[in-house]
C-alpha cells in the first residue's frame, strides 16, 4: 500500500508558475513509476507527465511540453511538478499517482494507487 499526499495547488494568475509535491509513504518510493493527472469540470481525467522509478526518462503532454517539469527525490519520497506560464485551461484537480510496473505509460488505469487531488485554479 502506498499513500499519496498533493500540495503546492492553488490561485495564479495566467502565465504564473507553481510548484506541486507529492509526498509518498508506505512501500519503497523508489519502486514506483510516478504520475500526474489532472480532472478539469466536466472532462475526463487526463495525463499530464509521469517519470519513471529513476527519473531517467520523462513523458509529458502535449498541452504542457516546455511549460511543466516533473522530478523526484527518491531520498525524500517526493515527487515534484513545477508548472510554468500557466494558462487559464490548465485549471483543474490535478493527482498524483503511483505504478509499480516498469513500463511508463500515460494510461491512468495502470496506476495502482492515487492521491486525494490538489486544486489549481488559473485566473485570465
Known amino acids: 500500500q502506498v499513500q499519496l499526499v498533493e500540495s503546492g495547488g492553488g490561485l495564479v494568475q495566467a502565465g504564473g508558475s507553481l510548484r506541486l509535491s507529492c509526498a509518498a509513504s508506505?512501500?519503497?518510493?523508489?519502486?514506483?513509476?510516478m504520475g500526474w493527472f489532472r480532472q478539469a469540470p466536466g472532462k475526463e481525467r487526463e495525463f499530464v507527465t509521469a517519470?519513471?522509478?529513476?527519473?531517467?526518462?520523462?513523458e509529458y503532454a502535449d498541452s504542457v511540453k516546455g511549460r511543466f517539469t516533473i522530478s523526484r527525490d527518491n531520498a525524500k519520497n517526493t515527487v515534484y511538478v513545477q508548472m510554468n506560464s500557466l494558462k487559464p485551461e490548465d485549471t483543474a484537480v490535478y493527482y498524483c499517482?503511483?505504478?509499480?510496473?516498469?513500463?511508463?505509460?500515460?494510461?491512468?488505469?495502470?496506476?495502482?494507487?492515487w492521491g486525494q487531488g490538489t486544486q489549481v485554479t488559473v485566473s485570465s
Open positions: 499517482a503511483a505504478d509499480s510496473s516498469a513500463i511508463l505509460t500515460v494510461m491512468a488505469r495502470r496506476y495502482e494507487y
Open positions: 517519470i519513471s522509478r529513476d527519473g531517467g526518462r520523462k
Open positions: 508506505g512501500h519503497t518510493f523508489s519502486r514506483y513509476i
